[in-house]
């Protein structure tokens, strides 16, 4: 079985604890916020899938290249690095928080995430959102103008002061009036003019103005959809008995589009929109259909059985989702003032940001706050699909909107519905909830979404679903009241919602209730109460204020009564939240006021929540819910730099702060503010690292130090003196002569049990002075520091060195020695071969390397020229690291980049070790990365057309991949390299077809490979744990071969048929080869020898005058699985 679980490799600065990420926190926040990924919407891509078979390679937006690719268990795994044009001189800093990988130049370091999103640095996230250099020339972003001060509120800048986008190097595609922004697509080439404005932007003299803005660029980042009758759960027939449907009400959806033929929305549309480009709102996802018919479908499909919240509203369709699900946060933007401006007064947006657990500061959530109050409108947002606390996404995390959970048809919070609170500030999200568990309703004509019912209808889970119940009922509650403002509907919906499962942390102010709704009369201001963070020591008390306001013609009694628990969920004494009155009358047309205050003394620390209930005369209650973090003990740990001139530091730096007791991370990008940092730590255990560098005026590094205290108790408030002055060289030297190109240093730190570890590290130029200080051996945990060097035969610039040394060197407990040898005793000599395959062609090489025992202690290499065609010898340190030679080509033309990758493999000392890059025969094979596997109740195949003779992968952007199957002799699915289909309990018998093509006039072999597969499948493993199915593989292997590809006359070429690996096949039963020296326009039979298990060769005799010979194999085993495969000029004649 191939696990899809497991401890992540870690590269920089991440925890990992059970297999999965734990809990993050930054200095301003306590712990305790997971931020681990939940369950995918039904039409989510894995990322595995989106990312592809191979690696990808990401461009910054300041010109760096970043390669990464991920392990089978799908975690991100950073190869290699290459510094833009004139920017050799930069380091990099790698953090990994969860599942994102962040790559960050040191020259930028000190404007993320101030000026810079640190979103433009995943570059997971950036590759999984298909911002791959292969896919994109530029990088989309949103520029945002900001307050000296950093609010939340955008600066509402005078027109004066516009900045002069050209100079920047920025032209506006959309102009974001309610976040005081513009989007546009940021070439890449084009960007260093906007960051030397960031670095210095009031010296900076292109504006109109004499006081320029202060700028910050965010990635305009992926928005992506967040995925019988359940109108009764919410009470709808009771508010249609009463005569309110929705008439007279606007209610926007922006989603995927609508399709507007379907039986139950064809006369609700009043007007639409298309944000995305795509040039019309047809829905081709089937999200926005569904979502639209939750909130107000006629239900006529099914005779009013799955009939909307909201029959009698009227629709605007925003189209802000493309026809794959996916958008950008200013398309979303975009719709939001568009539907605001057009008069809706409900706005529906079951999407969000993945990832992006936002304390409310982002463009989304801003803009939801701005055209609330602009407009009166009222936002209803999807809390998102990740299921752990402190997972509500962004535009969610808004203060305006009205954020909605999941509930399944027992009012049971669902497993994927993101919890509280929101990051950053503990601020209580979700705020209501809603159904969410297989809801039916419309299915746009010829979508796949979710699971189909009939032609008409499709069951869908996620708070996608929740949402539209609550939007319909909101437009439900306008029509009873339309004087109601966007925020008073959201005050009665959640104060009328009925509490039913969880905390305020999960369900808000409970389920969404309408007769309740349309009962209450008194509204409650604000409409909930967050506390926030009570901070260590707690004395005294917190108080807000509470208003009751009364539209009604008589005053009303409001009984008081605070119900709240401690993060147990026992009951809190009386006095730990306390009220001024226990009674309050509000006045006919008027308001009353309470105050609510909270002892910060009293219950214990963590989570606290409840709610406020106001009971009237007649029983009706209006609940506001509240909740708080108590912090444990905690205190300031002051973190000092001392740079190696014996003074305070003032350049470059990263710290990082580990608890060694929970393995909670503080990490602080940028410089240190006047030479410290400070964070708020509860008492314990620490490992306290730093990075201090200096640069020169141009960015390049001259020099860093590693400094490393890897254990501090902190019982009071501590300071720890990082203090560079200790620093020894760190240092290596090599039996031949070499120039070193590059450094790594990579600490790390674990606890006992190994349920975390925390790490980080950076790439250091070859040319600058690098240190690091010794270390006494830790008693509590294991701590660890790599030091891995590139070097490479003394070598004219651009030039490909005639031997190169990849090495690594690791020491656990303590930091004992800094100088290092290369030696025939720990190094082993490589004879790595490049293929030539084909003509004006650059080509490079880098080598990454992980640690045999320790994955998250890594090398990601450096790319250094080589010659097509030949061969050199490159050192590696032996045994105990597993390395990946990859090779990069990119066609000088520019029209193709090519990749060629392995997998890992250790030398042992003493091996005579060889490996080919690119060597033929090019032909479809099975790897690690290429798979047939059965995942639960899906057959998934991840394969790539072509594989070199040593097995490495190869992926072009100018590829044509075609994959197709048939099950039990019907056609599917297809797609290029990826795809899952459904295996019935019974099983089936498959047939799976890949075709590749590659046309491109410098490509001379392997420019068609055709393979079809039969096998039989049944469910197996679980959808975190897969089975390999025993297909047929084949490799081929043709004597005489040389580094141009080419072949004798007369050869012989070895067939292997084999099966997927991990797998125990059956015999084989029967093979048969041809070979072809026309292209394929004829094929002439072979006569194959067996030589072993599934082993044959051939004596292949070509004619003269042959350029190229064409393959082509069919073998069959004993269950009746076959292969047929065909190459296409699969090697030349010499």
Do not use: C
């Given at each position: 079985?191939?696990?899809?679980?497991?401890?992540?490799?870690?590269?920089?600065?991440?925890?990992?604890?059970?297999?999965?990420?734990?809990?993050?926190?930054?200095?301003?926040?306590?712990?305790?916020?997971?931020?681990?990924?939940?369950?995918?919407?039904?039409?989510?891509?894995?990322?595995?899938?989106?990312?592809?078979?191979?690696?990808?390679?990401?461009?910054?937006?300041?010109?760096?290249?970043?390669?990464?690719?991920?392990?089978?268990?799908?975690?991100?795994?950073?190869?290699?690095?290459?510094?833009?044009?004139?920017?050799?001189?930069?380091?990099?800093?790698?953090?990994?928080?969860?599942?994102?990988?962040?790559?960050?130049?040191?020259?930028?370091?000190?404007?993320?995430?101030?000026?810079?999103?640190?979103?433009?640095?995943?570059?997971?996230?950036?590759?999984?959102?298909?911002?791959?250099?292969?896919?994109?020339?530029?990088?989309?972003?949103?520029?945002?103008?900001?307050?000296?001060?950093?609010?939340?509120?955008?600066?509402?800048?005078?027109?004066?002061?516009?900045?002069?986008?050209?100079?920047?190097?920025?032209?506006?595609?959309?102009?974001?009036?309610?976040?005081?922004?513009?989007?546009?697509?940021?070439?890449?080439?084009?960007?260093?003019?906007?960051?030397?404005?960031?670095?210095?932007?009031?010296?900076?003299?292109?504006?109109?103005?004499?006081?320029?803005?202060?700028?910050?660029?965010?990635?305009?980042?992926?928005?992506?959809?967040?995925?019988?009758?359940?109108?009764?759960?919410?009470?709808?027939?009771?508010?249609?008995?009463?005569?309110?449907?929705?008439?007279?009400?606007?209610?926007?959806?922006?989603?995927?589009?609508?399709?507007?033929?379907?039986?139950?929305?064809?006369?609700?549309?009043?007007?639409?929109?298309?944000?995305?480009?795509?040039?019309?709102?047809?829905?081709?996802?089937?999200?926005?259909?569904?979502?639209?018919?939750?909130?107000?479908?006629?239900?006529?499909?099914?005779?009013?059985?799955?009939?909307?919240?909201?029959?009698?509203?009227?629709?605007?369709?925003?189209?802000?989702?493309?026809?794959?699900?996916?958008?950008?946060?200013?398309?979303?933007?975009?719709?939001?003032?568009?539907?605001?401006?057009?008069?809706?007064?409900?706005?529906?947006?079951?999407?969000?940001?993945?990832?992006?657990?936002?304390?409310?500061?982002?463009?989304?959530?801003?803009?939801?706050?701005?055209?609330?109050?602009?407009?009166?409108?009222?936002?209803?947002?999807?809390?998102?699909?990740?299921?752990?606390?402190?997972?509500?996404?962004?535009?969610?995390?808004?203060?305006?909107?009205?954020?909605?959970?999941?509930?399944?048809?027992?009012?049971?919070?669902?497993?994927?519905?993101?919890?509280?609170?929101?990051?950053?500030?503990?601020?209580?999200?979700?705020?209501?909830?809603?159904?969410?568990?297989?809801?039916?309703?419309?299915?746009?004509?010829?979508?796949?979404?979710?699971?189909?019912?009939?032609?008409?209808?499709?069951?869908?889970?996620?708070?996608?679903?929740?949402?539209?119940?609550?939007?319909?009922?909101?437009?439900?509650?306008?029509?009873?009241?339309?004087?109601?403002?966007?925020?008073?509907?959201?005050?009665?919906?959640?104060?009328?919602?009925?509490?039913?499962?969880?905390?305020?942390?999960?369900?808000?102010?409970?389920?969404?209730?309408?007769?309740?709704?349309?009962?209450?009369?008194?509204?409650?201001?604000?409409?909930?109460?967050?506390?926030?963070?009570?901070?260590?020591?707690?004395?005294?008390?917190?108080t807000r204020t509470l208003t009751y306001e009364n539209p009604t013609d008589a005053d009303v009694t409001l009984d008081l009564a605070v119900d709240a628990t401690d993060p147990d969920g026992e009951p809190l004494p009386a006095d730990a939240a306390a009220l001024s009155a226990a009674?309050?009358?509000?006045?006919?047309?008027?308001?009353?006021?309470?105050?609510?205050?909270?002892?910060?003394?009293?219950?214990?620390?963590?989570?606290?929540?409840?709610?406020?209930?106001?009971?009237?005369?007649?029983?009706?209650?209006?609940?506001?819910?509240?909740?708080?973090?108590?912090?444990?003990?905690?205190?300031?740990?002051?973190?000092?730099?001392?740079?190696?001139?014996?003074?305070?530091?003032?350049?470059?730096?990263?710290?990082?702060?580990?608890?060694?007791?929970?393995?909670?991370?503080?990490?602080?990008?940028?410089?240190?503010?006047?030479?410290?940092?400070?964070?708020?730590?509860?008492?314990?255990?620490?490992?306290?690292?730093?990075?201090?560098?200096?640069?020169?005026?141009?960015?390049?590094?001259?020099?860093?130090?590693?400094?490393?205290?890897?254990?501090?108790?902190?019982?009071?408030?501590?300071?720890?003196?990082?203090?560079?002055?200790?620093?020894?060289?760190?240092?290596?030297?090599?039996?031949?002569?070499?120039?070193?190109?590059?450094?790594?240093?990579?600490?790390?730190?674990?606890?006992?049990?190994?349920?975390?570890?925390?790490?980080?590290?950076?790439?250091?130029?070859?040319?600058?002075?690098?240190?690091?200080?010794?270390?006494?051996?830790?008693?509590?945990?294991?701590?660890?520091?790599?030091?891995?060097?590139?070097?490479?035969?003394?070598?004219?610039?651009?030039?490909?060195?005639?031997?190169?040394?990849?090495?690594?060197?690791?020491?656990?407990?303590?930091?004992?020695?800094?100088?290092?040898?290369?030696?025939?005793?720990?190094?082993?000599?490589?004879?790595?071969?490049?293929?030539?395959?084909?003509?004006?062609?650059?080509?490079?090489?880098?080598?990454?390397?992980?640690?045999?025992?320790?994955?998250?202690?890594?090398?990601?290499?450096?790319?250094?020229?080589?010659?097509?065609?030949?061969?050199?010898?490159?050192?590696?340190?032996?045994?105990?690291?597993?390395?990946?030679?990859?090779?990069?080509?990119?066609?000088?033309?520019?029209?193709?980049?090519?990749?060629?990758?392995?997998?890992?493999?250790?030398?042992?000392?003493?091996?005579?070790?060889?490996?080919?890059?690119?060597?033929?025969?090019?032909?479809?094979?099975?790897?690690?990365?290429?798979?047939?596997?059965?995942?639960?109740?899906?057959?998934?195949?991840?394969?790539?057309?072509?594989?070199?003779?040593?097995?490495?992968?190869?992926?072009?952007?100018?590829?044509?991949?075609?994959?197709?199957?048939?099950?039990?002799?019907?056609?599917?699915?297809?797609?290029?390299?990826?795809?899952?289909?459904?295996?019935?309990?019974?099983?089936?018998?498959?047939?799976?077809?890949?075709?590749?093509?590659?046309?491109?006039?410098?490509?001379?072999?392997?420019?068609?490979?055709?393979?079809?597969?039969?096998?039989?499948?049944?469910?197996?493993?679980?959808?975190?744990?897969?089975?390999?199915?025993?297909?047929?593989?084949?490799?081929?292997?043709?004597?005489?071969?040389?580094?141009?590809?080419?072949?004798?006359?007369?050869?012989?070429?070895?067939?292997?048929?084999?099966?997927?690996?991990?797998?125990?096949?059956?015999?084989?039963?029967?093979?048969?080869?041809?070979?072809?020296?026309?292209?394929?326009?004829?094929?002439?039979?072979?006569?194959?020898?067996?030589?072993?298990?599934?082993?044959?060769?051939?004596?292949?005799?070509?004619?003269?005058?042959?350029?190229?010979?064409?393959?082509?194999?069919?073998?069959?085993?004993?269950?009746?699985?076959?292969?047929?495969?065909?190459?296409?000029?699969?090697?030349?004649?010499?």
């Amino acid at each position: 079985m191939r696990a899809r679980t497991g401890a992540a490799a870690v590269l920089a600065a991440v925890l990992v604890g059970g297999g999965t990420a734990a809990s993050v926190a930054v200095p301003a926040s306590p712990p305790g916020l997971s931020a681990s990924a939940g369950t995918s919407q039904s039409a989510a891509t894995s990322a595995s899938a989106t990312m592809g078979a191979g690696p990808a390679t990401v461009t910054l937006i300041t010109g760096d290249r970043v390669t990464l690719t991920r392990t089978a268990d799908g975690h991100p795994l950073l190869t290699g690095i290459e510094p833009g044009e004139g920017r050799e001189g930069v380091g990099f800093l790698q953090l990994v928080e969860n599942d994102r990988l962040y790559v960050i130049p040191t020259d930028v370091a000190d404007l993320v995430p101030d000026r810079l999103d640190r979103a433009l640095f995943d570059v997971a996230g950036l590759a999984e959102a298909g911002y791959e250099e292969s896919h994109q020339g530029t990088v989309p972003v949103i520029v945002q103008t900001i307050t000296a001060s950093g609010a939340k509120a955008p600066a509402r800048r005078a027109a004066s002061a516009e900045p002069d986008w050209a100079g920047l190097g920025i032209e506006p595609e959309r102009k974001l009036e309610s976040v005081d922004a513009v989007a546009a697509d940021l070439d890449r080439d084009a960007a260093a003019d906007l960051l030397a404005a960031l670095h210095e932007p009031r010296a900076d003299a292109r504006t109109t103005a004499d006081t320029p803005p202060d700028l910050k660029v965010w990635l305009d980042a992926p928005v992506r959809a967040l995925d019988a009758d359940s109108t009764p759960q919410i009470g709808a027939p009771e508010a249609w008995a009463a005569g309110y449907t929705g008439e007279g009400v606007t209610v926007a959806v922006l989603d995927t589009g609508v399709d507007t033929t379907h039986p139950d929305l064809d006369d609700v549309m009043v007007g639409s929109q298309d944000f995305t480009g795509s040039g019309s709102t047809s829905d081709r996802v089937g999200h926005g259909t569904h979502v639209a018919s939750i909130a107000l479908g006629s239900g006529d499909a099914s005779d009013g059985v799955n009939r909307g919240v909201a029959p009698g509203a009227d629709l605007l369709v925003g189209k802000v989702l493309d026809d794959d699900g996916y958008g950008e946060t200013s398309w979303v933007i975009d719709g939001m003032e568009w539907a605001a401006g057009q008069g809706a007064d409900i706005v529906n947006l079951s999407l969000g940001e993945r990832g992006n657990y936002s304390d409310g500061t982002d463009p989304g959530s801003l803009a939801v706050n701005a055209l609330s109050a602009e407009h009166g409108t009222l936002f209803v947002i999807s809390a998102g699909n990740d299921g752990e606390y402190g997972t509500v996404s962004a535009p969610g995390a808004a203060d305006a909107a009205l954020t909605v959970g999941a509930v399944d048809d027992a009012d049971d919070v669902t497993w994927f519905s993101s919890r509280g609170p929101r990051g950053g500030d503990y601020a209580l999200k979700p705020d209501v909830t809603a159904p969410g568990d297989e809801i039916v309703a419309a299915r746009g004509a010829g979508t796949e979404l979710g699971t189909v019912v009939d032609d008409y209808h499709v069951a869908v889970s996620g708070t996608s679903m929740a949402a539209p119940h609550v939007a319909g009922a909101a437009a439900v509650l306008k029509q009873a009241r339309p004087e109601l403002t966007g925020q008073e509907l959201k005050s009665i919906l959640m104060g009328s919602a009925q509490h039913t499962s969880g905390t305020v942390w999960d369900e808000g102010a409970g389920r969404i209730y309408l007769p309740a709704a349309l009962d209450q009369q008194v509204a409650a201001s604000p409409s909930s109460l967050s506390f926030g963070v009570l901070a260590y020591p707690q004395t005294g008390s917190e108080t807000r204020t509470l208003t009751y306001e009364n539209p009604t013609d008589a005053d009303v009694t409001l009984d008081l009564a605070v119900d709240a628990t401690d993060p147990d969920g026992e009951p809190l004494p009386a006095d730990a939240a306390a009220l001024s009155a226990a009674t309050v009358t509000v006045p006919a047309h008027g308001t009353a006021a309470v105050d609510v205050t909270v002892d910060t003394t009293s219950g214990t620390p963590g989570r606290a929540s409840g709610a406020v209930i106001a009971t009237t005369a007649d029983g009706g209650v209006v609940r506001t819910t509240l909740g708080w973090y108590k912090e444990s003990e905690r205190y300031d740990l002051t973190v000092e730099g001392i740079g190696r001139d014996g003074a305070r530091h003032d350049g470059g730096a990263l710290v990082n702060v580990t608890n060694v007791d929970d393995g909670t991370l503080f990490s602080e990008f940028g410089e240190l503010e006047n030479g410290t940092w400070t964070g708020r730590v509860p008492a314990g255990t620490y490992s306290v690292t730093g990075k201090l560098w200096d640069g020169d005026a141009e960015g390049a590094i001259t020099e860093l130090t590693e400094v490393m205290e890897p254990q501090i108790e902190v019982t009071s408030d501590t300071t720890v003196v990082l203090d560079a002055t200790a620093g020894e060289p760190v240092s290596v030297t090599t039996e031949r002569p070499a120039d070193r190109d590059q450094v790594y240093l990579d600490v790390f730190r674990q606890d006992e049990p190994q349920t975390w570890i925390s790490g980080f590290g950076a790439t250091i130029p070859g040319d600058a002075d690098v240190y690091a200080t010794p270390t006494e051996p830790v008693t509590e945990g294991s701590f660890g520091f790599g030091a891995a060097f590139a070097l490479a035969a003394p070598t004219a610039a651009d030039e490909a060195p005639a031997y190169t040394y990849d090495l690594m060197h690791f020491q656990e407990e303590a930091v004992e020695t800094l100088a290092f040898a290369a030696t025939s005793e720990n190094t082993t000599a490589v004879t790595v071969g490049y293929a030539d395959l084909g003509p004006g062609v650059d080509m490079s090489s880098a080598r990454f390397g992980v640690l045999a025992d320790k994955e998250w202690i890594f090398w990601p290499g450096y790319s250094r020229p080589v010659e097509p065609g030949a061969t050199r010898t490159e050192y590696v340190t032996a045994n105990d690291v597993n390395w990946i030679n990859s090779a990069s080509l990119s066609v000088r033309d520019g029209s193709e980049d090519m990749s060629i990758n392995g997998d890992f493999r250790a030398y042992p000392l003493g091996e005579a070790a060889a490996d080919t890059l690119g060597g033929a025969v090019l032909n479809t094979q099975l790897t690690e990365h290429n798979t047939f596997d059965v995942q639960g109740d899906r057959l998934v195949v991840n394969i790539g057309a072509w594989t070199d003779a040593d097995r490495h992968g190869i992926t072009s952007s100018g590829d044509f991949e075609n994959l197709r199957v048939w099950q039990d002799g019907t056609e599917v699915d297809a797609d290029d390299i990826w795809l899952g289909v459904p295996i019935p309990a019974q099983g089936a018998d498959y047939r799976v077809v890949l075709d590749g093509v590659r046309d491109a006039p410098w490509w001379n072999r392997s420019t068609r490979v055709s393979t079809e597969w039969t096998v039989h499948a049944e469910p197996g493993g679980s959808e975190d744990e897969s089975v390999e199915l025993p297909v047929l593989d084949v490799a081929f292997d043709v004597d005489g071969m040389d580094l141009a590809n080419e072949a004798p006359k007369r050869t012989t070429a070895t067939v292997i048929v084999g099966h997927q690996a991990g797998t125990t096949g059956s015999k084989i039963v029967d093979a048969r080869f041809w070979w072809s020296p026309d292209d394929g326009a004829t094929w002439r039979k072979a006569t194959l020898r067996r030589t072993g298990t599934g082993a044959y060769t051939a004596d292949l005799r070509v004619p003269a005058g042959t350029e190229h010979v064409s393959l082509r194999v069919e073998a069959k085993d004993k269950a009746g699985a076959t292969i047929k495969q065909t190459v296409i000029r699969a090697y030349g004649v010499r």
